[in-house]
Nanobody, 115 residues
C-alpha cells in the first residue's frame, strides 16, 4: 500500500511562487514515476508534470519554463516548484505515482492565485 501526502499549497498573489511537496510511503518509490496533476473547478484533471525513476521529466506544454518537478529518492519526496503564478493556475494539485505496486493518488493540496 502506498500513501501520498501533499503539502505546500496556499494562497499567493499573481507573479508569486509556491513549492509543493509530496511525501510517499511504501515500496517502489525510487523505481516509480511521480507526477503532479491539477483540477480546476468545472474542468478535467490534467497533467502538470511527471518525473521518471531515472529523472526524465515531462511537462504540460503551457507550463514549461514556469514549473519544475524534482525528486528526492532518499526521502521519498517529489517537489513541484511553481514560479510566476497566474490566476489560471488556481486548482487542486494532486500527487500521483505508479506503476509498480499500482497507481496511487494523494488527496490534493489547494493552490489559489489571486489577481
Amino acid at each position: 500500500q502506498v500513501r501520498l501526502v501533499e503539502s505546500g499549497g496556499g494562497i499567493v498573489q499573481a507573479g508569486g511562487s509556491l513549492r509543493l511537496s509530496c511525501k510517499a510511503s511504501g515500496r517502489f518509490f525510487s523505481r516509480n514515476y511521480m507526477g503532479w496533476y491539477r483540477q480546476a473547478p468545472g474542468k478535467q484533471r490534467e497533467l502538470v508534470a511527471r518525473i521518471s525513476s531515472g529523472g526524465s521529466t515531462t511537462y504540460a506544454e503551457s507550463l514549461k519554463g514556469r514549473f519544475t518537478i524534482s525528486r528526492d529518492n532518499a526521502n521519498n519526496t517529489v517537489f513541484l516548484q511553481m514560479n510566476s503564478l497566474k490566476p489560471e493556475d488556481t486548482a487542486l494539485y494532486y500527487c500521483n505515482t505508479g506503476p509498480l505496486g499500482g497507481i496511487y493518488w494523494g488527496q490534493g493540496t489547494q493552490v489559489t492565485v489571486s489577481s
